[in-house]
């Protein structure tokens, strides 16, 4: 079992930046790729970012890129995203969540969410 834990969401005037955290407890040598997801109010969830339990070859989605970047701090089991640029359409839950399968698409751990908020 893997458990996982955000932190850093809250309110941000559009422009601002936040650094959203993910901690990861238990197997986490089971880990192959850490996500980053939204789910904005009415919306299905989405893909924001991604990277492999290394920290290499991360990847975005097209919204995001050049605003958002994902990291790793491996001493810490610690996933992070840091937000810049925000936008009122970036507001969504955040979501993490852990992949255990390399050639798998789905991720098979998720944290609890972290509302994100950008006023206009």
């Known amino acids: 079992q893997v458990q996982l834990v955000e932190s850093g969401g809250g309110l941000v005037q559009a422009g601002g930046s936040l650094r959203l955290s993910c901690a990861a407890s238990?197997?986490?040598?089971?880990?192959?790729?850490m996500g980053w997801f939204r789910q904005a109010p009415g919306k299905e969830r989405e893909f924001v970012a991604s990277?492999?339990?290394?920290?290499?070859?991360?990847t975005y989605a097209d919204s995001v890129k050049d605003r958002f970047t994902i990291s790793r701090d491996n001493a810490k089991n610690t996933v992070y995203l840091q937000m810049n640029s925000l936008k009122p359409e970036d507001t969504a839950v955040y979501y993490c969540?852990?992949?255990?399968?390399?050639?798998?698409?789905?991720?098979?751990?998720w944290g609890q969410g972290t509302q994100v908020t950008v006023s206009s």
């Open positions: 969540a852990a992949r255990t399968v390399r050639l798998s698409l789905s991720y098979d751990y």
């Open positions: 238990g197997r986490t040598s089971s880990i192959y790729r």
């Open positions: 990277i492999i339990w290394s920290g290499s070859s991360p």
